[in-house]
């Protein structure tokens, strides 16, 4: 963020405001751990604020401090419309795009607040006054952090923050492993560390909640996988009535897609989840490497995110999805095995 625009933000602050702070739809650990840490941050200076999100989050973020504060737009509409029309500053935090909110983005269309994007994904569209886009960070809670630094409040990072924003930090980092944790990410964990969050806890509830179903779930998926070693390709498919059986709840799925690359010779991984009630099959992209899934899941499957993780969607059947990936492969052949 330029000195010009940190300053526009600091004055913005230093007035009362009535602020809501949304994520991207189907929030993850980075989207809810920045928005917590923001209202936080925004609450403990006197801001009015409120986090809206598009749809439910996870259960194993659910012991997230200030997490049963969020709204929910899908089941709290009226209350969530009513806090978007009064609102004079919105933060769109873990986004760049506003197709991205669902349901939401009609009403942010209509509204006359100022936004602030922060976000650190891929070719960020315009509708934001003031823009912290940083493709190189970790993750958007990095950026949250950097945020606070900008505005002279590190001081101001309670433990409550300091555990959002670790906790978003891991979850999009792979634990600290992908390429986009450098040695400011590491310095950063360090400082949030000593202002109080607690790493081995966050751990443990993010990532030691399996239930006897979803590993069944995960045996499942792991069983479907096809591999395609002429395109350094591996993909799962999981469909509704594989789901229902082993009793599929919210987050069940997450990381499932890792496993593909965990294989030698592997680059890309892909996992296909079909999803009935919205009548799409929504899509995963995973690689290693210069392989840009990000191109990919924009091109062919009206995603996007960054160039080792994306998303997507397809709204034909299941079959007729994975078919129709697996004839793209050949135009990416050469891509796929440098
Ligand atoms: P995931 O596969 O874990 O849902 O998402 C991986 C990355 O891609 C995340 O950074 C996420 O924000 C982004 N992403 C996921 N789905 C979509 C999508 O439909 N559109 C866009 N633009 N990005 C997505
Ligand atoms: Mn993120």
Not at 4 to 12: K, M, P, Q, S, Y
Request: charged share 20%; glycine share 6%.
């Amino acid at each position: 963020m330029n000195s010009e625009d940190i300053n526009a933000v600091a004055r913005l602050l230093s007035k009362p405001q009535k602020i809501v702070i949304i994520p991207h739809k189907n929030p993850d650990g980075d989207a809810i751990g920045s928005t917590l840490a923001l209202w936080h941050y925004l609450k403990n200076r006197g801001q009015k604020a409120q986090i809206i999100a598009p749809n439910d989050f996870p259960k194993f973020l659910k012991w997230m401090p200030g997490q049963d504060q969020i709204l929910n737009f899908e089941k709290e509409n009226a209350q969530s419309k009513a806090y978007i029309d009064e609102a004079t500053l919105i933060f769109t935090l873990d986004f760049n795009h506003l197709g991205r909110i669902g349901q939401v983005e009609p009403c942010l269309k209509e509204s006359d607040a100022t936004f602030i994007m922060i976000d650190h994904h891929q070719a960020p569209s315009d509708y934001a006054d003031y823009m912290y886009s940083d493709v190189l960070m970790s993750s958007t809670c990095e950026m949250v952090y950097n945020f606070i630094e900008f505005l002279g409040d590190d001081d101001k990072i309670t433990p409550e923050i300091a555990n959002c924003i670790y906790t978003g930090i891991m979850t999009d980092t792979g634990s600290f492993k992908y390429s986009s944790t450098t040695s400011r990410t590491h310095r950063v964990v360090a400082a949030l560390i000593d202002k109080g969050a607690e790493n081995t806890k966050a751990h443990n509830l993010v990532y030691d909640t399996n239930t006897p179903n979803r590993l069944h779930l995960l045996g499942c998926a792991l069983k479907n996988m096809v591999i395609l070693e002429e395109y350094s390709t591996a993909y799962i498919t999981l469909s509704q009535d594989e789901l229902d059986t082993y009793g599929f709840q919210k987050g069940d799925t997450e990381g499932f897609v890792n496993y593909g690359l965990t294989l030698h010779g592997i680059c890309f991984a892909v996992i296909f989840i079909e999803n009935k009630d919205e009548g799409i099959i929504k899509i995963s992209f995973r690689s290693e490497g210069d392989f840009s899934v990000n191109e990919f899941a924009r091109k062919h499957f009206n995603g996007g995110g960054h160039t080792n993780a994306a998303g997507g969607r397809s709204d034909v059947s299941l079959k007729e999805t994975v078919d129709y990936f697996s004839t793209l492969l050949k135009d990416y052949k050469t891509q796929l095995n440098p």
